[in-house]
T-cell receptor, first 118, second 114 residues
Framework: EAGVTQFPSHSVIEKGQTVTLRCDPI?????LYWYRRVMGKEIKFLLH????????ESGMPNNRFLAERTGGTYSTLKVQPAELEDSGVYFC????????????????FGPGTRLTVL | DAKTTQPTSMDCAEGRAANLPCNHS???????VYWYRQIHSQGPQYIIH???NNETNEMASLIITEDRKSSTLILPHATLRDTAVYYC???????????????FGQGTILTVHP
């Protein structure tokens, strides 16, 4: 089965510009997560979708970040306007429905999008 | 989620067992211990998880102490490809408030030497 894919793999933008990251989860996975690692820091949770609904967005840093998952399939994470501190690697992960056995709640991660804001 | 403590780094010779410890002294009864790893330039990868019994799969073994305050991840025959950052994560089970997200710490940098 195809894994989680993310696009683009790298993005270099200038401060003040807008960037949209895309994540395609594994087919059939209701749960989709966004995480990020900024330079020298730990991987931090951003938000969690269950299908098209935001289950937990407690990790979103501020209102410059907007995540969507229309139709409950792929998701986008838009940063507008981008700031220098937004540079880092953004990971997307997906998992089966949490109503199944916990063993299936393993999160499968994509390779990440490396964002550089100049 | 309960906090975990791991050594910053460890070394292991290729072919030998790698034993990665994790302290989670504040773990509660409904929290599982998960292990993930991140190989350079890749996304984190699930390894194994457990509640109170020891677990084994094709990748590793997980030994959890009887009081559940600590655990050890064992890679029985480490290879160069096992060089990665290993994360011990405590996570609530279904029904808890933290069952969704993973809370990553600094992890342990495991370097496997030839």
């Amino acid at each position: 089965e195809a894994g989680v894919t993310q696009f683009p793999s790298h993005s270099v933008i200038e401060k003040g510009q807008t960037v949209t990251l895309r994540c395609d989860p594994i087919s059939g996975h209701d749960n989709l997560y966004w995480y990020r690692r900024v330079m020298g820091k730990e991987i931090k949770f951003l938000l969690h979708f269950v299908k098209e609904s935001k289950q937990d967005e407690s990790g979103m840093p501020n209102n410059r970040f907007l995540a969507e998952r229309t139709g409950g399939t792929y998701s986008t994470l838009k940063v507008q306007p981008a700031e220098l501190e937004d540079s880092g690697v953004y990971f997307c992960a997906s998992s089966h429905s949490l109503t199944r056995r916990l063993a299936y709640n393993e999160q499968f991660f994509g390779p990440g999008t490396r964002l550089t804001v100049l | 989620d309960a906090k975990t403590t791991q050594p910053t780094s460890m070394d292991c010779a290729e072919g030998r067992a790698a034993n990665l410890p994790c302290n989670h002294s504040t773990i509660s009864g409904n929290e599982y211990v998960y292990w993930y790893r991140q190989i350079h330039s890749q996304g984190p990868q699930y390894i194994i998880h457990g509640l109170k019994n020891n677990e084994t799969n094709e990748m590793a073994s997980l030994i959890i102490t009887e009081d559940r305050k600590s655990s050890t991840l064992i890679l029985p025959h480490a290879t160069l490809r096992d060089t990665a950052v290993y994360y011990c994560i405590v996570r609530g089970f279904l029904g808890g408030t933290s069952y969704g997200k993973l809370t990553f710490g600094q992890g342990t940098i495991l370097t496997v030497h030839p």
